[in-house]
């Protein structure tokens, strides 16, 4: 691939000097090629400042060098969170990671068979670069020192190397990625792209800035290539800091949550030091016991004490300084206010040493006493007021479906009391008022199912004093659903987005192998042809967990499954998170990391929302525990009959058009839930409807005469009769070029119907040789008969 690459950029004509410039970058960023190309100037030394308050004597040559008093002002952790580290491109120094090929760690990945199958060039926090710069031999640390001990050094070198560190969500990533929803595969790191896409302004910034002259006809188009190619260089070490940064951002929270946070976790430590004295073994082995260097701290590292009591929750505070270290405020359906998390007792975990409900503030972190108080299973929702309407018709779907799980329903600040108000009549007036349709499935139904549908028991969880006020805007837009993932209350819960419809009992989605296996089921969207550029991939792929990581702390490598899946294959959309079922006790440091995904630029911009967050936080914190439902999003509703080409001949490929992704399970493919609520077209409120008319064209199954009827069927729960499973060979086979007028995608998006949300859905695709079959799932007629009772449930239809 990379070779394929360059020799089209050798063959390109494209001047010689370009090549050069834009080879050596894009190789010297992105490929497994030794860092002797780049000069590793260290002006640590020319930076010196003495200042009064140390014995400089006593300071290391680093510490003397990276004090600097003006830059510990710009990173003042302070209230005033506009200060923010400015990148400046000239004074970029790459972090020298050579480390990575001591000898030491060559011989721990083949004596603990650890392999790094990322097939990048190595990158490791900038943090351990000091660390063996202070340590240059590896064997002191991991010969002699365990776990904890490690954690500390890994703390005091941090705050060595700057006093007021902490991860600030408001910092600023500039990305230089080439966004354009069109065109994903465009990135901007080739010289060409980003010259292309840079052109109009650069030349702007040129004429202002360095041009001398009145006559811009003088213009040489060399003087103004070389402006560029210098802007290019200076693009790409704002993007290198960037990404670096970026990089250590995600180790600091890894490991934080990996020393501190575990511990109320025998098993995860026991794991770990189970793991450190199988390695100090292996480095006495090696080494020979005798000539095992001893380790010494630095004379800084000495005066950076770092153990004692409550140094968990000082280091928490600049790993999470958004957390106010407040627990959400509860609210019972019937108006009890609670300050601590609401006590159900529908289910017990088996294994829990310690005592639930209880929350001692600030006993230890606060994350800890967090995870002593989960208790139960249930279902957490997300709302503001917009919501509100789906949010009812879920609840009423809920208790059709029979749901006895508690609910809560999470949101910031100001849910209207009508609004609580709608919910609880929702929840808790008697439904025995059923739809007519649902004569014909009576027999499906329990005994008593007419006697009346369950309550639900609701609780109102505001987020509003969870999060500090200089931070919350960074969790507008998605970021309520992060915040609801972490301050529910349960251990485990099935999240659902507010427009989500389930044809499944809640509890039995708990009772799913997948789930048991994992403690965390996901499910993946729709396979549609967008790809990555191979340029993200290398950036997800450096914040894996590396061998050092590996080796100081036992983070698993992240081995075969999470990189051989469809996003690391290439394709741009791979989980939808509708539907999300975790195991909070079992897995809340993979749940923590995704707040921090949430405020990085260079990641916001490469995940559609938060939705690939999900996985990638338990990617990053190297837990591939992980399980996916096997199917892709399947489109439901009813293919259209006897679909013909203009010369009469009946197509190959199956057509289904609406804008719902659906799922169905694995096992045996029965309808588990979907997207986008139960109305034909969600956005039947929106929707030009003489535009639609006008432009119907061949999509629906009948022909709309009227807007009156269009605006019915556009509002009537879709009709399910059948499941198209468009054919899915992985992220290299979604398209089928070919000139019978087969469809050549399988998930064609229509900007023009249902207010420009509209999808067809083929379950074929390619003709001859490139044809690809899926399936048409056909549901029975009582299956049938039971989604649309559900439907008209959702909807309120009498
Ligand atoms: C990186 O560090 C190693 C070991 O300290 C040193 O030998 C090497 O010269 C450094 N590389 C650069 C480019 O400075
Ligand atoms: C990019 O960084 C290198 C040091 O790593 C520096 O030598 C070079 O001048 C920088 N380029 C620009 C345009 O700032
Ligand atoms: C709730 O707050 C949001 C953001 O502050 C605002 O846009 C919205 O109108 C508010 N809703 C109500 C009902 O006050
Ligand atoms: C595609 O598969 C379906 C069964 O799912 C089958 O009925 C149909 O004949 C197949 N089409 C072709 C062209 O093989």
């Not at 365990?146 to 705050?159: I, M, T, V």
């Not at 006093?163 to 408001?170: E, G, K, Q, V």
């Not at 017990?348 to 001692?360: A, D, P």
């Not at 679909?643 to 001949?649: L, T, V, Y």
Request: aromatic fraction near 14%; charge should be negative.
């Amino acid at each position: 691939m990379k070779f394929s690459y360059y020799r089209f950029l050798l063959y390109s004509g494209v001047a010689a000097w370009t090549i050069l410039l834009n080879g050596y970058l894009f190789l010297y960023h992105y490929d497994n090629i030794a860092l002797s190309v780049k000069t590793f100037t260290n002006n640590v030394n020319s930076q010196q400042n003495n200042n009064g308050l140390y014995d400089s004597d006593k300071m290391d040559d680093k510490v003397k060098g990276d004090y600097n008093e003006e830059e510990n002002h710009k990173w003042a952790f302070s209230s005033d969170n506009n200060v923010l580290h400015k990148f400046n491109p000239h004074h970029y120094e790459p972090v020298n990671t050579s480390i990575v090929n001591h000898k030491t760690f060559d011989l721990y990945k083949m004596h603990a068979d650890v392999k790094d199958l990322r097939g990048i060039r190595p990158t490791i926090a900038t943090n351990y670069e000091t660390i063996f710069k202070n340590h240059p031999n590896p064997n002191t640390i991991l010969g002699n020192l365990d776990f904890k001990e490690r954690c500390s050094l890994y703390f005091q070198n941090l705050f060595i190397t700057d006093h007021n560190w902490y991860l600030n969500p408001n910092e600023e990533l500039p990305v230089g990625r080439y966004v354009n929803p069109y065109d994903i595969e465009l990135a901007e790191f080739e010289y060409s792209n980003w010259k292309f896409y840079n052109h109009d302004r650069l030349k702007q910034e040129y004429i202002d800035y360095e041009f001398e002259g009145d006559d811009q006809s003088t213009i040489t188009d060399a003087e103004l290539e070389k402006f560029m190619m210098r802007k290019f260089e200076e693009f790409w070490n704002t993007t290198l800091q960037v990404e670096q940064k970026t990089l250590d951002s995600i180790s600091h929270l890894r490991i934080f949550n990996k020393c501190f946070l575990s511990n109320s976790d025998p098993k995860q430590s026991e794991k770990a030091n189970q793991l450190i004295r199988d390695q100090k073994e292996l480095i006495q082995t090696i080494q020979g016991k005798d000539y095992l260097p001893s380790f010494e701290f630095t004379e800084s590292e000495k005066m950076a004490k770092l153990d004692s009591y409550g140094v968990c929750s000082s280091l928490e505070k600049r790993i999470y300084p958004w957390l106010s270290f407040q627990l959400p405020v509860f609210e019972k359906w019937s108006g009890e206010i609670e300050l601590t998390p609401p006590q159900y007792n529908n289910y017990h975990k088996k294994s829990k040493s310690f005592t639930t409900g209880t929350f001692h503030q600030m006993s230890d972190c606060f994350f800890n006493d967090m995870r002593k108080s989960l208790n139960g299973r249930g279902i957490v929702l997300t709302l503001g007021d917009v919501h509100v309407e789906n949010t009812l018709n879920l609840i009423r779907l809920l208790r059709a479906l029979g749901n006895r799980l508690p609910i809560q329903i999470v949101y910031y600040d100001n849910l209207s009391g009508s609004s609580k108000a709608k919910i609880v009549k929702a929840a808790r007036q008697s439904m025995r008022d059923f739809p007519a349709s649902m004569e014909k499935i009576r027999h499906l139904l329990p005994e008593d199912y007419d006697l009346g549908l369950p309550v639900q028991n609701i609780h109102f969880v505001n987020l509003f004093n969870v999060v500090r006020e200089q931070y919350i805007h960074k969790f507008e837009g998605y970021g309520n659903k992060l915040l609801a993932t972490i301050f529910n209350s349960f251990e485990e819960f099935i999240l659902l987005d507010s427009d989500v419809v389930l044809f499944k009992n809640p509890e039995w989605f708990f009772e799913t192998s997948k789930y048991k296996e994992g403690g965390a089921l996901f499910y993946k969207d729709r396979a549609t042809s967008d790809k990555r550029p191979e340029t993200d991939l290398f950036l997800l792929k450096s914040l894996l967990p590396n061998v050092i990581d590996n080796a100081m702390f036992g983070f698993p490598m992240v081995p075969e499954k999470t990189l051989k899946n469809d996003a690391f294959e290439g394709m741009y959309h791979f989980m939808e998170a509708g539907v999300v079922l975790l195991d909070k006790t079992r897995h809340l440091n993979s749940i923590l990391m995704l707040p921090q995904l949430y405020f990085m630029e260079p990641l916001m911009t490469r995940s559609h929302g938060d939705k690939e967050f999900f996985w990638l936080a338990f990617a990053f914190n190297g837990n591939e525990e992980y399980v996916f439902n096997d199917y892709r999003a399947v489109a439901v509703g009813e293919v259209k009959p006897d679909r013909r080409k203009d010369n009469g001949e009946l197509y190959l490929a199956q057509q289904l058009c609406n804008s719902h992704p659906a799922h169905i399970d694995d096992e045996d493919n029965s309808l588990l839930w979907l997207n986008s609520g139960f109305h034909f077209c969600g956005k039947y409120d929106l929707v030009d409807y003489e535009n639609d008319l006008h432009k119907q064209g061949n999509y629906y199954l009948q022909t709309f005469e009227n807007q009156e009827d269009m605006r019915h069927y556009y509002y009537n729960p879709i009709n399910i009769r059948h499941a198209v499973v468009p054919p899915f060979s992985g992220a290299n086979y979604l398209k089928g070029p070919n000139k019978e007028g087969e469809p050549e995608i399988a998930w064609q998006m229509l900007h023009v119907l249902c207010h420009d949300y509209m999808w067809c859905t083929y379950s074929s695709i390619g003709y001859g040789d490139t044809f690809q079959n899926g399936t048409v799932i056909e549901f029975d007629e009582d299956q049938h008969s039971y989604f649309k009772y559900l439907g008209d449930i959702w909807v309120g239809l009498e």
